[in-house]
């Protein structure tokens, strides 16, 4: 069975970072894409970003780009968000999901909370 | 960027019933879409695939259909347990992008 655990999220001051990690299992995760999905409180689901299986191709959001890094280490079968200059509007959980098409499963989430 | 636009926001039914769900793409995503299925406090869960595939698991009362920019997912007769609020996305191009969501509601 897949799972997905995600963690590091936490209250973050605006300017600030933070650093998402998920924990995968239950798959050989050499083998798929990985995606970063967040959902702000109430609203809908936004992608994030994705990065190919031997991290070699990566692509973001584009108010995401430049200040969050999406990467993976397949010996530790984990994959990373690091954030910086976060935002208000950067508030959110981030779900890790398995994938990068229309990707499944998704991991429970890790709330990201930026605010003074 | 792919905007996909989901009607209506709000669908009010009863138990029984049939439901039809909307997602309208700003440009053609051939049959690359999905639907998924998200419950207060879950995350959310993959139910369609490639436009009209059913995810494992998914149970056969859930049907998808559409190619280019228009689809639909139809619930053939609603379940306590589908009352819940449903995205589509696109895997046509980058960024992936998700409908504004569909609210399913109990009449």
């Known amino acids: 069975e897949v799972h997905l655990v995600e963690s590091g999220g936490g209250l973050v001051q605006p300017g600030g970072s933070l650093r998402l990690s998920c924990a995968a299992s239950g798959f050989t995760f050499t083998s798929y894409w990985m995606t970063w999905v967040r959902q702000a409180p109430g609203k809908g689901l936004e992608w994030v970003a994705s990065?190919?299986?031997?991290?070699?191709?990566?692509y973001y959001l584009d108010s995401v780009k430049g200040r969050f890094t999406i990467s993976r280490d397949n010996a530790k079968n984990s994959l990373d968000l690091q954030m910086n200059s976060l935002r208000a509007e950067d508030t959110a959980v981030y779900f890790c999901?398995?994938?990068?098409?229309?990707?499944?499963?998704w991991g429970q989430g890790a709330l990201v909370t930026v605010s003074s | 960027e792919i905007v996909l636009t989901q009607s209506p926001a709000t669908l009010s039914l009863s138990p029984g019933e049939r439901a039809t769900l909307s997602c309208r793409a700003s440009?053609?995503?051939?049959?690359?879409l999905a639907w998924y299925q998200q419950k207060p406090g879950q995350a959310p869960r993959l139910l369609i695939y490639d436009a009209s595939n059913r995810a494992t698991g998914t149970p056969a009362r859930f049907s998808g259909s559409g190619s280019g920019t228009d689809f639909t997912l139809t619930i053939s007769s609603l379940a306590p347990e589908d009352f819940a609020v449903y995205y589509c996305q696109q895997r046509t191009s980058w960024p992936r992008t998700f409908g504004q969501g569909t609210k399913l509601e109990i009449k």
């Open positions: 990065i190919k299986e031997d991290g070699s191709e990566k």
């Open positions: 440009q053609s995503v051939s049959s690359y």
């Open positions: 999901v398995k994938g990068g098409g229309s990707p499944s499963p």
